[in-house]
């Protein structure tokens, strides 16, 4: 192959440049592409121009402004007949950063109000054992960590839980140390 490059004004515009600006090279891609994802790609055009098979991959590049992107490429090659030999590729990229940064936000969203709503959960739970063992704030929290880890159980889980049993009990009833110790030694019901 003569590696020969033919990027459109968009690919142009992918990796920082104004259309034209720069003679597309593979040396050029290869010194745009995330350091984590440089050995990667290599082994991918390698790949491409070993085997001549269709490919499609997600990588980072670094564009000439500095700012990180996430790029899909999906392309075929085409080979000679004759020789075998991959004589040209073709592909597309598709800058899907936005759409990346929007899903991460969503999540990172969603992650924040699961966070919160499980917060309060996890303060009453950590206010029923300081009151009813005698226990500092750090303590009661170490409490639930460590009966977390013997249980297996999330400690937002066993939180809800445990606020569920004692909101279940004898009205204007307060729980004594055993009714916590019976629920601490008592494995959660299993998930369907």
Known sequence: MSETWW???GLYRIYGFAP??????TELMLAHKHPHDRART????????????????MQRIIDATGR??????????RT???SGRVVWVSGYVTDLTRTQEEVARDLADQDIRASA????AIE?????????????EDEAFEVLRHQSSLLNEPIRDMAHRLLNQLASGPAGTFPTPE?????????PPLSR
Not at 68 to 77: D, H, K, L, S
Not at 179 to 187: A, C, G, K, R, V
């Open 20 to 25: 034209g600006e720069i003679v597309p090279t």
């Open 117 to 120: 709503a499980n917060r309060g």
């Open 7 to 9: 990027w459109s004004d």
């Open 80 to 82: 000679d007949h004759a």
């Open 42 to 57: 290599t082994g991918a055009f390698a790949e491409i121009a070993r085997t001549g098979q269709p490919f499609s991959c």
């Open 68 to 77: 990180t992107r996430t790029v899909v490429i999906v392309g075929e090659a």
């Open 179 to 187: 009714d916590l110790d019976n629920f601490f030694e008592t494995p």
């Open 124 to 136: 009453q739970a950590k206010g029923a054992l300081m009151v009813v063992y005698g226990l500092d």
